[in-house]
């Protein structure tokens, strides 16, 4: 049957009988024109012009057409309906030799085959529209379909009259005749290549997201090759921020002289990255935007469109995915989402490489500090084996720690009870599932040590004790120094009753526990007149009282923290504060303990040297001559009034900073200079060429000198500076 299926349509837009399938995913496509009905006699649009009946039922292909029937109500809605639905609608009569009775334009939309062009039979049935691979299995649906009296839906490819494929869904029902025969076929084809299109995308990004391996660079390479290749670009590259530099670490065709990195600013990518926007920045039209002077791949290439998208790594933007193209290029809303997909795995790869960088260095940390750790750290099985012994160990024995592995100490030739020992608590750890502490001490050679002793069970996945860790840490000084410790009291006895400075211990309120006698050396005071009494009444000032005790709250300790305390005669008497705060006796309420330096000699130095310095100041300021002084890595360290005059830079403007005055173009060279003057070469009357504020260039005539410390340590320069040259004198050799 459906091999004989001809093209001769009947005109059937005015019959209100007519019935329409409505596909369920047919939206409107934009720039299809609205689609109209045809009666296939000779191509004729039906309602373009009218025909006389002759009065005789509808003949075959050449035969006049069939009057239409007066149009019912709702006939004019259904024709609208018909006219603008974006799907071909079709009616093909099975009886008599299969004919198309209706379908509308576009037909010709989807496949490019004019009405006129079907009827004088320039193209074969419909099946020969058909891709030859799906024919077979649409016929044999649609034949079944029909015999069965039944609903039928089927996807295939069509050929256009351009000889592009065009994947559709054919979705249809037979209507039955008065006889309960079938007598046509009513239904929709909707084109669906934007949808395959889609997911042909898809599919092969997810092939390639789930084929990617262990090779971080391959990745890249593949996904910036597949961003390109699937969006039909002229070019694909990752862009990667790095150290100030934008570094093209992932490249698909890129012409063979594109640089692989360069200074970011200017570039498209760059400001994607610091847009770090969730959107993709579209630039049609390069050779007219100000990436043409900015970006200088964009002339040297011939690129005419961009389409870019950031790349995060663990939430911070690290780099750009862009597809270029050296023709006019509108992207879909699937091409944004196939780049920003891409861009994704991208960021992932990147994190994994972090975190894979970042188990690496602590594998090789943890091996480091294992290999490295003076403690003994040994692994046991449950015999008793020894798995693992780190280098350590041949500070105590004569033993390589390969000759120690998969044997048991006993095996080693260890002291018996030693072994018994050591294979009681080891065997506990494995029962009992718990760790275990101990000290013991080992004798060789003559020699005698102290371990400390810790086991720690290790579990497997399933929860049972596969090993047992051994840290045996080596105490013998530790219990050394307690020894020394207890005969040191006595010494410390002796230092704290002779020192000079003021030792103290009160608790949070003030209270004084203990003080040195040394108290009667700087005060009035003597040490039985405090203990007992609160230390706070003898502050000047409460707030520099409370900010001291807040401080220990917070950090604990206090460095030199100067305070005022008032003498039992009233005098003043500066002091420097060093104090932590350590727990209590017993574990009791904190205590301050600390030393009090009495500071009035050098309080009185640093406001002689205070007053040096604003005379200093003043002398700068009054002079007529610009001065800079600079540090030895360039920071400016003073200004003078003169110099904000010639520069245009306050003083407050340039402290801390590298020297402004320096134009980019001739840093370098500043810095030759200043290594020159700091190892202590003078410059005298040197002419430089230097940078205003307002970006003016002023030469001038520069002389400086280093200043040192009194250890004859370079600390800085000093420059002076006279008006030079005109800009028209060269300057010297």
Known sequence: MWDNLSWEPVSIAGDA?????????????????????????????????????????????????????????GTDRVRALVHHLPAVVYSVHLRGGLRMEFYNDMLETLTGFLPSELERGEVSPVESLMHPDDRPAVVRTIREAVEHGTPFEVEYRLRTKAGEPRHVVDRGRPIAGPDGKPLRIDGVIVDVTARRRAEDRIRRVSEVLVGLGADFQANIDRLTALAGETLGAACALYNRLRDRRLCAWGRWQAPPDLPPEDAPEGHICYDVIRSATDDALYVPDLPTT??????????????????????????????????????????????????AILASAIGREEGRREAEEAARRSAEQFRALVENAPDVIMRFDREGRHLYVSPS?????????????????????????????????????????????????????????????????????RGAVVTVLSLARDITAHRVAEDALRESEARYRSIFENIQDVYYEVRLDGTVLEVSPSVATVSRYRREDLIGTSMYRLYEEAAVRDRLVAILREKGAVRDYEIVLIDKDGSRIPCAVTARLIPGPGGG????????????????????????QNRLRALLDASPVPIIALAADGAVEDWNKAAERMFGYTREEVLGRRNPIVPEAFQDTFDRVLARVLSGEELSGVVRTTRRKDGTELRVRVSSARYCDDAGRPLGLMSLFQPGPDAGEPPPA
């Open 290 to 339: 100000r990436y043409a002077v900015t970006d200088p791949n964009v002339r040297a290439f011939g690129f005419q469109t961009y389409l870019g998208h950031v790349v995060r790594c663990g939430g911070t933007p690290v780099g750009a995915l862009c597809v270029v193209f050296q023709r006019p290029f509108v992207p879909e809303e699937e091409d944004r989402r196939v780049l």
């Open 589 to 612: 309420a904190p205590v301050i303990c600390g030393v009090m330096r009495v500071i009035a000699e050098r309080k009185r130095a640093e406001e002689a040297l205070h007053r040096s």
């Open 17 to 73: 009988r007519c019935r329409i399938m409505l596909a369920p995913d047919a939206g409107a496509r934009a720039g299809q024109p609205a689609a109209r009905g045809y009666a296939m006699r000779r191509g004729t649009p039906a309602g373009h012009r009218k025909r006389k009946s002759s009065g005789k039922a509808p003949g075959p292909r050449g035969a006049a057409a069939k009057r239409l029937p007066p149009p019912v109500p």
């Open 393 to 461: 160990v041949t500070r105590i024995v004569p033993i390589r720690p390969s000759e120690f592995v998969g044997k048991t100490h006993r095996q080693l030739g260890f002291p018996e009870s030693q072994c018994r020992m050591w294979e009681e608590a080891i065997r506990t750890v494995f029962d009992t599932r718990t760790s275990h502490e101990s000290e013991f001490v080992f004798e060789d050679a003559g020699r005698r040590f102290v371990f400390h002793w810790r086991l720690v069970p290790e579990f497997g996945p």
